[in-house]
Each structure stands twice: as structure tokens, then as C-alpha cells.
């Protein structure tokens, strides 16, 4: 998959577009020893834009394995690249590790964000999550936006970015 991605980001750079591409890490990439050094050879063609590639891991990988994860964080960080906190919050322990994973971003699940227009818990607990990640100097992301008055919501508590078919609906890239 992070073949197909590179591939595809070199594609970006040689038509002059500045666009970020995201891979999601499966939970079992951070038992694979060999991983890192995978990524590093892809990462290493010519023409790769380290700072435009984002790897995703979600909340439940990383509170799993723990320690393997803060050090191919790490790793990847090294390289120049971006990482994100998938389906954050629906961990059990999400404030905890939030402070002790070096990631860029954190992707609040969208299970939070799909009512978020008539729904008072989930403002609550939104807006906690934005304060918190934001304070600890995270950019954030809310998935599922699907219509203006959700958008309007996070908006007003300050998210970084929103993924969701109000936003766009997925497309060929070509």
C-alpha cells in the first residue's frame, strides 16, 4: 500500500501539486521488525516529499503495543514525516496516550462527529478533545462531517481540518 502511495505522491510532485497523502499502519505493522526499513527504501526515491506524507495509525493500535509504536513513531519522524492518531477517543486511555505519542495529528472518530448538531454529549466531549490535543500542540481532524451545521460546530471549538462528504465525496484521482 505505502508502494501505491509513494507512486502516486511522486505523480503530485512532478505536476506541481503540494498535496498530502495519508497510509494507515494496520495494528500488526508494529510487530513486523522490518517494517521501518520498508518505509525508509520507499521513502528514499528521488523526487519524495517526506513532509508530504502522513502515516495514520489508529488509537487502538498504539495503546496495544504501546512501546513498539513510540519507537516507529519515532523512527518515521526522523525520516521527516507526519503522523496522525486515527479514531481518537474511543479508546479507554485516549487523554494518557495523547501525551506520550509523538504525533502531528489527532483524528477524532467520527462516531463523535456524526451528531455533533443535535447531540450535547458529544459537543462536550468534542470540544474537550480539541482543547486538549490543540493545547498539547496537535493539529486535529474530524472525520465524518457530512452537512454546514456540523462544519459550523467545529468551526466555532477550532478544528484544524474536516474529512467528510460535505467536504468532498472520494474521487479518481486522475
Partial sequence: VLKKVIEQHKRFEKQG??????VNFSGRSFSDETIFEDIKALLSQPEVNHE???FEITETAAVSNFSSAQILIEKIKALGCSLALDDFGVGFSSFYYLKYLP???????????KQLDSNY???????A????????????IAEFV?????LSILK???IDYA???????PANID
Fill in 121 to 127: 454529549e458529544d459537543k462536550v466531549f468534542v470540544k
Fill in 156 to 158: 466555532e471549538f477550532g
Fill in 146 to 150: 457530512e452537512n454546514e451545521a456540523i
Fill in 17 to 22: 501539486k503540494n498535496i498530502k497523502l495519508a
Fill in 103 to 113: 504525533v502531528e495529528y489527532v483524528k477524532i472518530d467520527g462516531s463523535f462527529i
Fill in 129 to 140: 478533545l480539541t482543547d486538549v490535543s490543540q493545547a498539547l500542540g496537535k493539529k486535529t
Fill in 52 to 54: 508530504q506524507i502522513i
Fill in 163 to 169: 474529512q467528510g462528504y460535505h467536504i468532498g465525496k
